[in-house]
């Protein structure tokens, strides 16, 4: 698969999971369904226990991230959200 293949993938998936069913309550309410699920998927191209802490290093380190560049992640959920 080519770039812009997975770029249309992560975009279709991007509209599934936005539409999937929120069911928090109160005021824990940050991330968007969209953000979850595409972490979620992330994870799985990484070897890192903490996908958060992961990501963090790389942004640190390269100035940039693969939940943003690559999975289109716009806020990655903190560890206790995943």
């Given at each position: 698969m080519n770039a812009r293949g997975f770029d249309r993938l992560i975009g279709c998936f991007r509209t599934v999971a936005a539409g999937l069913p929120d069911r928090r309550t109160g005021d824990n309410c940050f991330f968007e369904m969209a953000d979850f699920a595409l972490?979620?998927?992330?994870?799985?191209?990484?070897?890192?226990?903490?996908?958060?802490?992961?990501?963090?290093?790389?942004?640190?380190?390269?100035?940039?991230?693969?939940?943003?560049?690559?999975?289109?992640?716009?806020?990655?959920?903190?560890?206790n959200h995943t």
């Open positions: 972490s979620a998927f992330a994870v799985f191209f990484t070897q890192c226990p903490s996908f958060l802490s992961f990501q963090r290093i790389m942004e640190q380190a390269r100035g940039r991230n693969n939940a943003r560049s690559l999975f289109q992640v716009e806020r990655i959920p903190t560890d």
